[in-house]
């Protein structure tokens, strides 16, 4: 690993797709379910990189191929190298909602006072949390690391490698059933950030509104903690669309007092977020508003996102396209129900549901239904929509981010 280091630190860029080979870089040749990365490493040399970490011998014809055991553990084994050479503060971010905008908001209040390097898009599994402390620089005072999972062990392993001294859990909702076997499930995965930190000493912040959030710190007697609420983010200006955005600015909040930053600043960091991704996106169209929060979508979101929508007060009719929540198994029939019912309590009348789900759920409701996202186009292109508010939420997988150019 020290030879690899040494390596790395003269090429500090890392490629693992050998179709975006970045000159200069090194090129891990990854694994996957349908792929195997060594086929690709000579393409990658030929595009650039500067060298390419294998796993098979067969494909080693040159110095420039390092040949290791298992490329994935050492591109893990190579990022804790390098964290624990850089040296500095690490905040692991992770939860069933909120932890792409938490971190967003955290890193711009923290960027106030820091240089700060921070997970880019969605790098946050076994191979993106290796890839975000790899991007760090010499420069870099203050890491952020958003950590996804959809099982148990997986919030174990980030931690092992990214070694976090801080740690935020946004909230505990019913996401990834299915992988997690059930809420408690959800709340023990998520709950391996307070196991790390309790066991090395770490600081994590939690809201205190949150029952879930405040049972599992008092669970760890050992846990050092810095407990913060909501209160006063009301007042706070921001571009975020849902006042369930508050508990992903109280959190920034809280971070930010506790390093050092200015109140003023924190401010200006929250109000000048931009949010974008399909998160929580407001979007003015020819002839609709669109209220876009389509990256991703669990029965937890899903309420928040309804339950706001159905407070917003506007001149234009309203609407709602819902798509399918994946990744529930057993619990998928149930979940999807309760949405319906929800949108009854909530007296939305323009439903538009998208996903065999939804299909299931919907039968002999009236509502409109479509197997897949192509279906509700081509309705949309017989029936436009005008003049009206829209609420657009589902899975990433059913792909609702697409159908804006036709509203």
């Given amino acids: 690993m020290t030879d690899l280091y040494k390596i790395f630190t003269k090429y500090p860029v890392i490629s693992t797709d050998s179709r975006r080979v970045v000159p200069g870089s090194i090129f891990f040749a990854l694994r996957g379910a349908s792929f195997d990365g060594n086929r690709y490493a000579a393409d990658a040399l030929a595009q650039g990189a500067v060298y390419a970490v294998v796993d098979d011998p067969a494909v080693a014809v040159s110095d420039k191929y390092r040949v290791v055991d298992d490329v994935l553990a050492t591109l893990q084994h190579l990022a804790m190298y390098h964290r624990r050479a850089l040296g500095i503060p690490i905040l692991a971010i992770t939860g069933s909602n909120g932890k792409t905008t938490t971190k967003e908001l955290v890193a711009r209040v923290l960027a106030k006072r820091y240089c700060v390097s921070v997970t880019q898009g ?6 993106g949390v290796p890839l975000t402390l790899l991007s760090m620089k010499p420069d ?8 996804g999972a959809s099982s148990c062990g997986e919030i174990e392993l980030l931690c092992n490698i990214a070694q976090p001294d801080f740690g ?3 909230n505990i909702g019913r996401a990834h059933l299915e992988g997690f076997g059930g809420p408690e499930g959800v709340k023990r995965g998520k709950g391996e950030l307070y ?8 600081v994590a912040f939690y809201l205190t509104e949150s029952p879930e959030l405040s049972d599992m710190v008092r669970e760890r007697p050992a846990l050092q903690t810095v407990p913060y609420t909501t209160e006063g983010t009301a007042q706070m200006k921001s571009r975020l669309v849902g006042d369930y955005n508050r ?9 930010g007092r506790y390093f050092d930053v200015d109140m003023h600043d924190i401010e200006q960091a929250v109000a000048g977020y931009e949010p ?6 407001r979007m003015e169209t020819a002839r609709n508003t669109l209220i876009l929060d389509c990256y991703n979508a669990n029965p937890s979101s899903m309420r928040a996102a309804i339950e706001n929508f159905a407070q917003e007060i506007t001149p234009r009719t309203k609407a709602v396209i819902l798509g399918d929540m994946l990744e529930l ?5 149930d979940e999807h129900l309760a949405v319906l019912q929800l949108l009854a309590e909530c007296r939305i009348r323009e439903i538009y549901l998208v996903g065999a789900n939804f299909v299931s759920a919907a039968e002999a409701t009236g509502l409109h239904a479509f197997p897949d996202r192509e279906a509700l186009v081509a309705y949309l292109n017989e029936h436009p929509l005008h003049d009206r508010m829209i609420l657009i939420k589902g899975s990433h997988g059913i792909g609702l981010d697409k159908i804006v150019d036709f509203l």
């Fill in 276 to 281: 974008d991704n399909h998160r929580s996106q």
């Fill in 122 to 127: 969605n790098l946050n599994n076994h191979i």
């Fill in 329 to 333: 198994g057993r619990y998928a029939s």
């Fill in 140 to 147: 870099t005072e203050f890491g952020i690391v958003e950590m």
């Fill in 168 to 170: 935020l859990i946004t």
């Fill in 195 to 202: 196991d790390y930190l309790a066991a090395h000493h770490g």
């Fill in 247 to 255: 508990y992903n600015m109280a959190a920034a909040v809280a971070v």
